[in-house]
């Protein structure tokens, strides 16, 4: 038994799983489907054009993609009417506050000042509730791949409650292991704990492991160099948040970071909203890639970003919903629009900054630049079956003039009908089937409750 199957015991957890769950409990092999019907875009290398094509899944994973598959022994899943594209990717997400939606502001002050009550008062089961109400929300609106972005890990149990909710779900992605939200910049976060949870971590599993650190804006030097370098010797990769208030983009990190080499493809820095094109240009040519939530980074006041700029910068881009307590929403349809439109507008023209590009970063390049495993983020033969269908017959989608403004300006995740992760179904006919959704928020309900009670806001 590893460590990790210790938090089976927690009465809090979605669901009872003896938690070997990290590795799939739901075994798919044997289950053949052939989709047909749909309009396919593969992403493959890049925006495809929609094709007719069928796609025959097998053991999880895609085995065939052709024009009319026979397969006489699969079960077969009608798509037509639908554009079927891969899953989308969801790069930057603190899932462990998505309880708290809406709690940006209080009788404690804003957004810093109402988390840091919230966040103290926090517990395991309330981390792993939104983990599970979060991967709803994702799947709904046809997320497929989360890098759960665990920024308040104030004890292992802690870890260990995301990363058992975040396995009962079905979803694939990654655990970004963290620190408190209270832990002081000149104070390290667990690295021995980080390396127990990687060396307990099972072969098989949907969910893989990242590190999430303060990066050089919120700890001191000796900090996130130690950090960075535990990080690297471990293999994982390592993501960041940097540049995005005015008076953060103004210590220029980026030089330092350079420096000590400890930029590059391993490492993800999230918003840089107020960085100058020069210190985009240097964490382009350090090889980092650069994920951007738009939405959050207007509500929180960092500025009005310029994905248009990011992009001529030469950085590699992924796209993400960051958080419910400021966004809301979970809603990527929402965010591919919102970055299509602030390039358009800083440029002063139409398609500054082209639709297909948007839907690039929120699937094959987003995928990419977050190290997520191979093919994740396409529709390629032998690569996962993470994939969803877009209505293109709703009241949102019919008529649209192109499949690339039907996916990042008209779609919505009312239009997502079908969502299938691993080979997997878990949105058919416009229904989530793997979750009770009047006894989650019911649940969600009464705990954020009494988290606020607790905590002292209102
Ligand atoms: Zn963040």
Request: some cysteine; proline content about 6%; charged content about 20%.
């Amino acid at each position: 038994m590893t460590r990790l199957s210790l938090v089976a015991g927690c009465a809090a957890l979605p669901l009872s799983l003896p938690l070997t769950a990290l590795a799939q409990d739901d075994d798919p092999s044997g289950r053949r489907y052939l989709l047909s019907g749909a309009q396919v875009i593969t992403m493959q290398g890049g925006w495809t054009p929609p094709a007719p094509l069928d796609i025959l899944i097998e053991d999880g994973k895609i085995a065939r993609i052709d024009a009319d598959i026979e397969a006489a022994d699969a079960t077969e899943i009608d798509l037509s009417g639908h554009l079927l594209t891969p899953g989308l990717v969801d790069s930057h997400w603190h899932m462990w506050n998505t309880i708290a939606r809406g709690y940006e502001r209080s009788d404690q002050g804003g957004f810093a000042g109402t988390m840091k009550p919230l966040s103290g008062a926090w517990t395991p089961e309330a981390s792993a509730l939104s983990v599970e109400l979060g991967m709803a929300l994702a799947v709904n609106s046809g997320i497929t791949y989360v890098n759960n972005w665990a920024h308040n890990v104030k004890a292992p149990e802690f870890a260990d409650a995301e990363i058992a909710a975040m396995a009962a779900s079905g979803v694939r992605g990654r655990f970004s292991y963290g620190y408190p939200q209270a832990l002081g910049q000149g104070a390290l976060m667990d690295l021995a704990d980080l390396e127990t949870t990687q060396s307990d971590w099972p072969e098989d599993s949907l969910i893989g492991l990242g590190v999430s650190l303060r990066g050089p804006d919120r700890s001191t030097p000796e900090i996130w160099t130690q950090e960075i370098t535990k990080a690297r010797d471990l293999g994982l990769p390592v993501t960041f948040h940097m540049g995005g208030a005015p008076e953060a983009a103004e210590k220029h990190n980026v030089a330092a970071l350079a420096e000590q080499k400890m930029l590059g493809k391993d490492i993800h820095v999230v918003h840089m909203t107020s960085a100058p094109e020069e210190d985009l240009r240097k964490l382009a040519e350090g090889g980092s890639p650069l994920i951007i939530s738009p939405w959050t980074e207007l509500e929180v006041g960092y500025g009005v970003p310029d994905p248009g700029m990011m992009k001529d910068a030469g950085l590699e881009m992924a796209v993400s919903v960051d958080n419910t307590v400021l966004a809301g929403q979970i809603n990527m349809f929402e965010v591919m629009r919102l970055t299509a439109d602030l390039a358009d507008g800083h440029a002063h023209k139409q398609q500054a900054l082209p639709d297909a590009d948007v839907f690039d970063w929120a699937t094959r390049q987003g995928a990419r630049s977050i190290m997520a495993p191979e093919g994740v983020g396409t529709l390629t033969e032998g690569g996962p079956a993470d994939l969803i269908a877009i209505s293109t017959e709703g009241l949102n989608t019919r008529p649209a003039a192109s499949p690339d403004f039907l996916l990042t300006h008209a779609a919505e995740p009312e239009d997502v009908s079908f969502v299938m992760i691993a080979g997997e179904i878990h949105k058919e006919n416009g229904k989530l089937i793997r979750v009770d959704l009047g006894d989650l928020t019911a649940r969600a309900d009464a705990m954020m409750g009494d988290l606020a009670a607790q905590a002292g806001v209102q």
